[in-house]
T-cell receptor, first 110, second 114 residues
Framework: QQKVQQSPESLTVSEGAMASLNCTFS??????FRWYRQHSGKGLEVLVS????GEKEEGSFTAHLNRASLHVFLHIREPQPSDSALYLC??????????FGTGTRLQVLP | EAAVTQSPRNKVAVTGGKVTLSCNQT?????MYWYRQDTGHGLRLIHY???????EKGDIPDGYKASRPSQENFSLILELATPSQTSVYFC?????????????FGSGTRLLVI
């Protein structure tokens, strides 16, 4: 059964400093990966999707997938206080199920 | 605009009562899903459906039933609500084969069981 874990559980960075979040998965045959952002009390906002090894950039968000090492990273370039939120990694497979990580809570200090 | 709409947005229920959470999608997606979100657990899959008339157990189905009477509607039913079911519930829809760019979430239902 697919297991998805995120680290760190929480992260505090200063405004403008790069933030890096990690997601590890257990099934190397997983199809697609997506990062979501969730502000407190709100719904899920799609940030970036990736399905091939390498990098995918969407605005200030870059996903980096390495299937061999079972990792998908999210890098946030020059984060702002408004980027303070819960970040969730989602792993899609051909079984029509999606498994989520437990999330990383990011705080960006002004 | 295609969307996933959940109702109600907020619900307070008493222990032992019956609760029905509703989800409607206009994406014409075959697959629909119910998740709950709790601190420290991310989103966990409760039930899902491949189409009208179909319901499948997810990872944490105990205490929940699901109903898919049509392509557009997918309900989550708590026959005997318990305080441990206090959570935020999300519905989602997606096409077969999980093209994740089309995977869409509702805004969530916040349930408090007292």
């Amino acid at each position: 059964q697919q297991k998805v874990q995120q680290s760190p559980e929480s992260l505090t960075v200063s405004e403008g400093a790069m933030a890096s979040l990690n997601c590890t998965f257990s099934d190397r045959s997983s199809d697609n990966f997506r990062w979501y952002r969730q502000h407190s009390g709100k719904g899920l906002e799609v940030l970036v999707s990736i399905f091939s090894d390498g990098e995918k950039e969407e605005g200030s968000f870059t996903a980096h997938l390495n299937r061999a090492s079972l990792h998908v990273f999210l890098h946030i370039r020059e984060p702002q206080p408004s980027d303070s939120a819960l970040y969730l990694c989602a792993v899609f497979s051909n079984t029509n199920k999606v498994v989520f990580g437990t999330g990383t809570r990011l705080q960006v200090l002004p | 605009e295609a969307a996933v709409t959940q109702s109600p947005r907020n619900k307070v229920a008493v222990t032992g009562g019956k609760v029905t959470l509703s989800c409607n999608q206009t994406n014409n997606h075959n697959n629909m899903y119910w998740y709950r979100q709790d601190t420290g657990h991310g989103l966990r899959l409760i039930h899902y459906s491949y189409g009208a008339g179909s319901t499948e157990k997810g990872d944490i189905p105990d205490g929940y039933k699901a109903s898919r009477p049509s392509q557009e509607n997918f309900s989550l039913i708590l026959e005997l609500a318990t305080p441990s079911q206090t959570s935020v519930y999300f519905c989602a829809s997606g096409p077969p084969g999980q093209t994740n760019s089309d995977y869409t979430f509702g805004s969530g239902t916040r349930l408090l069981v007292i």
